[in-house]
């Protein structure tokens, strides 16, 4: 059975199938829903699936299809259980960044990321505690294993080179906490964060005292698609 979204997207497909510029965000956003269905990542960043002030007062029949592409990452967190949506070709960018060296990610959800880089044969090891169960979706479904650890207890306990933290969430300091653990610790490894620089993601304290840098190889096929303007991120 169809995902109902789904199908809203393909009625929203047959009625602009003359305009290729609209047609290519509905298309764009229905592969990217198949491929999470099927547990793979999407080939390509999402484009942009919102539109201007201009493109609707030029053509009101676009406003209601706004509304519905706005929707589109809530659809994915609560049917999927996906915050962040990497991509083949980004994967493979953090694949050469990460040049062979030992991964651990933290609150990997379900660790997307993770099973992606061990497709590519990168040693990963992946850890979440879950406490995110029950809200917008009740089961996670890793797409790959992951070890049930709080996220501070890894960073503390667990060997790595490369540590990615993704969406980390903004009621809690416990990035800014896993942060003053690795500098304690005389880290000279790269910290990976994905997360929206004072916005939905992270916590403020984090942010205010983050030295933050914001790699070309990592962001190049990493985009915002809506109005969260995430990035990719080195931390120190």
Request: avoid cysteine; glycine fraction near 4%.
């Amino acid at each position: 059975m169809m995902i109902p979204y789904l199908e809203q997207l393909n009625q929203w497909e047959e009625k602009f199938a003359t305009a290729s510029d609209v047609l290519f965000k509905i298309q764009s956003a229905k592969k990217a829903i198949v491929s999470l269905k099927l547990q793979q990542l999407p080939k390509n960043n999402l484009p942009l699936l919102s539109f201007s002030e201009k493109e609707i007062f030029s053509n009101f029949a676009l406003m209601p299809l706004d509304d519905d592409l706005a929707m589109f990452r809530q659809e994915i967190i609560q049917t999927f259980g996906i915050w962040h949506i990497p991509n083949q070709r980004w994967l493979v960018d953090l694949h050469h960044f990460i040049n062979g060296r030992s991964v651990l990610e933290i609150m990997a959800g379900n660790a997307l990321i993770s099973a992606g880089l061990r497709q590519l044969q990168d040693e990963v090891t992946s850890t979440d505690n879950f406490d995110w169960r029950g809200q917008d979706i009740l089961t996670p479904k890793p797409w790959t294993h992951v070890e049930q650890e709080d996220a501070l207890e890894s960073v503390k306990r667990r060997s790595f080179d490369v540590l990615i933290l993704s969406w980390a969430p903004d009621t809690q300091n416990i990035d800014w906490q896993i942060l003053n653990t690795l500098r304690n610790q005389g880290f000279t490894g790269d910290f990976i964060v994905i997360g929206e620089q004072n916005g939905v993601t992270n916590s403020p304290e984090f942010w205010q005292n983050a030295i933050l840098s914001q790699p070309e190889i990592l962001n190049q096929n990493h985009q915002p698609f809506d109005t969260i303007k995430d990035a990719v991120w080195l931390v120190k």
